[in-house]
């Protein structure tokens, strides 16, 4: 009847008790506060860094009140239907004091907690009357128990109705502390390091990692902010990201590198299992894109919030998947699903967004939420950059990967680490004969490279040639990749793709990665060769370097989704010249891309499958056009297209459809197409 929460189930400081029903027996009940109050008391060896002794004399409180439980318990006595009334009002309170003492002992929430202070402390006293209400409602003259134990009761009652529960004021100095540094920081003082130790300290934030899982919580809580569309504490939260960012950079000199590799350990096994999913079940069943905040209705399907709640609005009250009738119009938050698709999206580089709308995190991220924000980083980007000009070898390590984080998802961090002048020293680290510095610091400039000013930034200080020998001879292969994606960010600036792909060994060094890399250095390879072929001059040297055949062992051996996607794409471009098609046909590739086009669930990998198929028949000839009409399945893949697909998908498959109606009417005629490719060579692709 207890029902387990962990702090994944819920936010922080929402209490999402259940009223247990009239019919439960009081035996049933007795049960259920035995298990409530023990695990209450489990928190007797859990560390406080606030609220010491509100939690301290909660806790001793409800220890009285389970040896009562456990004493009636023993007994086997017959308990009257008149004590549910009282146990039913206590497991109700009980199941919040479990909530409130879980989310003040919760590691990654201190400094949070420290300015809820008040409230907590409030909540505490709520709580703790709720108790003695409860008690005063029970019947204890009824209950055959021992005199010691009905004095316990009423000790417990007398305590909990007069108890002072007050904010501690020791909280409050802290609380008083930190808001004096944010407001200096909002008016562009840099404050002393002495201030900002002493706070951290007192809620107990005495790492690198400690702070960074502070900022990862409260990241978290913008989101739901953002995603709830209220936003009230945004600004706040904001400010207190900035507060511990700058803190994380400037105090903690140290990386916990042990913490931080279990971290990284639990997050590339939370990507094994989203690899195993299909990640089209992250897209909502009514607008077909990611959804942002996944909810799940009573019929157990999941929707996204927005689109659910349009249907409703609607009138609508039935489930747009299965059709049933809807119980209620209850929407409760599908938190696993949304974790697994935010993790999906910070290991893939995807930003979240709808269709037609710019992302919310995005357009957030382009200007900060508050001035505070805003000047602590502004202060941190200087110290970072004169860290990686001068600082020591794992100073600069150290600045490197603080870069690295901050320019991760958001623009205006970018714009301030790339004004302070963080570009130059960064490609200097590039040539660090410390693996975990050239890594961080290639990683760094990727994330800059996504900004405007920074991809100037980096061919104006000369830094392809450095870029480009990370992509040959990096020291680890996440460095390697790194600079495969840095290339496609750069690229996608026409000028910079002539540059790149004049550049010796530039090309030759993704199709090297293509072929001997990791599933991620091979995306980015794939997706970094794109970028160039954007710039037909650049077809013949990506042809000339082999990089067809290890497509096509791609497309033949990866089960990754979006790896396929990106392949197809390539070939896409490829095939629309003749000497492209003519590479793609004689790797004996032609069944292998119906294949896909028949086969995969995931749409984009369709059309560029379709897009392929044309352009082959365009500019392979009349030999191609009857292979394909050979194939009895390929007509109802098209078809499916024109109904299922996008606007260009359709187009396509119309195009090729009329190709293969067309070559069916007049094949008894002689209908010919110059052919581009030998008809041996043609041959090896019927089975």
């Not at 806790?59 to 318990?73: D, G, N, P, T, Y």
């Not at 037909?536 to 033949?556: F, M, Q």
């Amino acid at each position: 009847m207890s029902k387990h929460f962990d702090n994944t189930d819920r936010r922080i400081l929402k209490f999402p008790a259940v009223n247990p029903c009239q019919s439960v027996p009081p035996a049933t009940l007795l049960a259920s506060l035995i298990i409530l109050s023990g695990k209450i008391l489990d928190f007797q060896s859990k560390s406080f860094a606030t609220q010491k002794r509100n939690c301290r004399e909660t806790i001793r409180q409800v220890s009285l009140l389970h040896i009562f439980f456990e004493e009636l318990c023993a007994g086997e006595r017959v308990l009257s239907d008149s004590v549910a009334v009282s146990f039913s009002e206590l497991h109700l309170t009980l199941q919040k004091i479990r909530f409130l003492l879980e989310d003040c002992s919760r590691d990654g929430a201190r400094l949070w907690m420290l300015t809820k202070c008040e409230f907590l402390a409030t909540q505490f006293w709520i709580l703790i009357r709720a108790v003695s209400t409860a008690l005063d409602v029970l019947p204890l003259s009824l209950i055959e128990v021992e005199d010691e134990v009905k004095e316990v009761v009423e000790l417990v009652r007398r305590q909990s109705r007069k108890a002072r529960f007050e904010l501690d004021r020791s909280d409050g100095n802290a609380k008083k502390m930190l808001l004096s540094i944010l407001d200096q920081f909002e008016k562009r003082v840099e404050p002393d390091s002495g201030d900002l130790k002493r706070v951290l300290d007192y809620v107990g934030i005495r790492s690198w990692s400690e702070c960074n899982n502070e900022i990862k919580f409260l990241e978290e809580e913008i989101a739901f902010e953002c995603s709830d569309c209220v936003g009230r504490e945004v600004p706040f939260l904001s400010s207190l990201v900035g507060f511990l960012s700058y803190s994380r950079g400037v105090i903690f000199e140290t990386l916990d590198t042990r913490n931080l590799d279990e971290t990284q350990g639990d997050f590339r096994s939370n990507m094994q299992v989203i690899n195993c999913l299909n990640t089209e079940d992250f897209r909502c069943p009514i607008s077909l894109e990611v959804m942002l905040d996944p909810v799940i209705i009573s019929t157990g399907q999941t929707y996204d919030r927005a689109s659910i709640q349009k249907w409703l609005k609607g009138g609508n009250l039935l489930c747009p998947k299965t059709g049933e009738k809807l119980t209620n119009t209850d929407l409760v938050p599908n938190l696993v699903l949304r974790k697994l698709i935010r993790n999906f999206c910070a290991y893939n580089g995807v930003c979240l967004g709808r269709m037609g709308k710019q992302s919310s995190d995005i357009t957030r991220t382009t200007v900060p939420d508050s001035q505070v924000a805003s000047e602590s980083m502004k202060f941190l980007s200087i110290f970072l950059t004169t860290r990686l000009a001068f600082g020591t070898s794992e100073q600069r390590n150290k600045a490197a990967y603080e870069t690295r984080l901050l320019a991760k998802s958001n623009i205006f961090n970018r714009s301030c680490l790339i004004n302070a002048g963080a570009v130059p020293p960064l490609l200097n680290l590039l040539c660090s004969t410390g693996s975990c510095t050239q890594e961080n610091a290639v990683a760094a400039l990727l994330k800059l490279s996504k900004y405007g000013t920074g991809k100037r930034l980096i061919v104006e200080c000369r830094g392809l040639t450095p870029i480009l020998d990370v992509l040959k001879h990096g020291l680890t292969w996440e460095a390697r990749q790194s600079a495969a994606a840095t290339i496609f960010y750069l690229s996608s600036v026409k000028e910079y793709r002539k540059l790149i792909g004049e550049a010796p060994d530039a090309i030759q060094g993704l199709v090297d990665l293509m072929k001997e890399g990791t599933p991620c250095g091979k995306k980015n390879a794939v997706v970094a060769i794109f970028g160039l072929l954007l710039l037909p001059k650049n077809h013949h040297r990506v042809l000339e370097a082999g990089t067809v055949p290890l497509l096509i062992d791609i497309l033949a051996s990866s089960e990754k989704v979006e790896l396929l996607s990106d392949t197809l794409a390539v070939i896409s471009l490829l095939a629309e010249s003749t000497e492209g098609a003519f590479a793609i046909l004689s790797s004996k590739s032609l069944n292998l891309i119906t294949g896909i086009l028949q086969s995969s669930t995931y749409q984009t990998a369709k059309e560029y499958c379709v897009s392929t198929l044309l352009a082959l028949c365009i500019n392979g000839g009349a030999e191609v056009v009857a292979l394909l009409a050979k194939n009895q399945t390929l007509m109802a893949s098209l078809f499916s297209l024109l109904t299922e697909g996008t606007a260009n998908a359709g187009k396509k498959s119309r195009a090729l459809i009329k190709i293969l109606h067309s070559f069916h009417e007049t094949r008894s005629s002689g209908w010919i197409i110059s052919s581009a490719v030998p008809c041996h060579e043609l041959a090896i692709h019927e089975r």
